[in-house]
């Protein structure tokens, strides 16, 4: 049972293009949503997160969308990079400090 | 990177053999959680800890156990390995005072043969 479903599986996007990852998620008791990036061989690294009463949240170049009615959540990222070449993790928590992730995607940025 | 390290960081071991993963805490942070992280399945919370000797069951619990008698250790115990926990291992640590944030160590990369 996937509490929270990703998608694409894996994106790629040319230099300055905007991916856009997307979440979906069932349990309307969940409180808090991050993102995580996790570059090859390193543990996953907090990049952004939003709470349900605020609809979008910006963080330099990446951006939050929430869409509380549909359940729905996603990424974007303004003028990509190669260095943002990464998998991405979106998760949601339910209390207890507890996460659960989405399946992950593999974007990667050409030059 | 928050003061978490992961040891080893690299095992392979035989099927049936029991296994220890230790995850070490600079940070005295009270929360410290255990994933394994799989192609296809994201992160999956095996067993977590909201302090020292309290420990509760993740998602995929079953033939893992944990144990933290210390604020700075939380160890993980394959009790038989099997090839369906060759996985990469993850540890992450919160404080869990109004600090969301899960800092993640670097992994362990397990292979049961």
């Known amino acids: 049972q996937q509490q929270v479903k990703q998608s694409p599986q894996s994106l790629i996007v040319q230099k300055g293009g905007i991916p856009i990852i997307n979440c979906a998620y069932e349990?309307?008791?969940?409180?808090?949503f991050p993102w995580y990036q996790q570059f090859p061989g390193k543990g996953p690294a907090l990049l952004i997160a939003i709470r349900p009463d605020v609809s979008e949240k910006k963080e330099g170049r990446f951006t939050i969308s929430f869409n509380k009615s549909a359940k729905q959540f996603s990424l974007h990222i303004m003028d990509s990079q190669p260095g943002d070449s990464a998998t991405y993790f979106c998760a949601a928590r339910k209390g207890a400090q507890k996460l659960v992730f989405g399946q992950g995607t593999r974007l990667t940025i050409n030059p | 990177d928050a003061g978490i390290t992961q040891s080893p960081r690299h095992k392979v071991t035989e099927t049936g053999t029991p296994v220890t993963l230790r995850c070490h805490q600079t940070?005295?942070?009270?929360?410290m959680y255990w994933y394994r992280q799989d192609p296809g399945h994201g992160l999956r919370l095996i067993h977590y800890?909201?302090?020292?000797?309290?420990?509760d069951k993740g998602e995929v619990s079953d033939g893992y156990s944990v144990s933290r008698s210390k604020t700075e250790d939380f160890l993980l115990t394959l009790e038989s390995a099997t090839s369906s926990q060759t996985s990469v291992y993850f540890c992450a640590i919160s404080d869990g005072q109004g600090g969301d944030e899960q800092y993640f160590g670097p992994g362990t990369r397990l292979t049961v043969t």
């Open positions: 800890s909201y302090g020292v000797k309290d420990t």
């Open positions: 349990n309307t008791a969940f409180d808090y």
């Open positions: 940070e005295n942070h009270r929360y």
